[in-house]
C-alpha cells in the first residue's frame, strides 16, 4: 500500500494534491479550503483563502469542480453567485475550466484556473 488515496475518492485526493502543491487545504463544513498566491490583479502577492464544495469533488481529477467558494469582499465585472454549501461571509462563483485535459497533472490547471480567475478580480 502507497498510503496515497484511491483514484475514486475524489474528496480526498483533491486534498492530497493540494497538500502536495503547498496549499495549505483543509475540510471546513461542507468545502475543502485551501490558500492560492495571486500572481496578478488586485490581489497579485497576496494569500487568498479559496475553496470548492465537497459534493464538487466525486469525480475528481477526471472532472474538476465548476464553483470557486471565495470571502463575500472578492469581487469580479460579471459573476454568476449563489451562498450554497457556503459558510456566512462567503459565496460562491460559477466558473468553467474550459475543456479539461489530462495532460499535466490536473491540481495544477486547477490552480492555474483559479489564479486566473482571480486575477479578473476588482
Not at 488515496?5 to 492530497?16: H, Q
Amino acid at each position: 500500500m502507497t498510503g496515497r488515496p484511491s483514484p475514486t475518492d475524489g474528496v480526498t485526493r483533491f486534498i492530497a494534491d493540494l497538500d502536495e502543491e503547498g496549499h495549505n487545504p483543509s475540510r471546513y463544513a461542507e468545502t475543502v479550503r485551501y490558500t492560492v498566491t495571486c500572481v496578478a490583479g488586485r490581489y497579485a502577492g497576496q494569500e487568498v483563502e479559496t475553496g470548492v464544495s465537497i459534493s464538487e469533488l466525486q469525480g475528481w481529477p477526471s472532472v474538476p469542480p465548476h464553483w470557486i467558494h471565495l470571502r463575500d469582499e472578492v469581487n469580479f465585472p460579471q459573476t454568476n453567485t449563489d451562498s450554497q454549501d457556503c459558510e456566512p461571509g462567503w459565496r460562491r462563483h460559477s466558473r468553467d475550466t474550459g475543456p479539461w485535459t489530462m495532460n499535466r497533472k490536473p491540481i495544477l490547471t486547477w490552480i492555474s484556473h483559479v489564479r486566473g480567475m482571480l486575477g479578473q478580480a476588482v
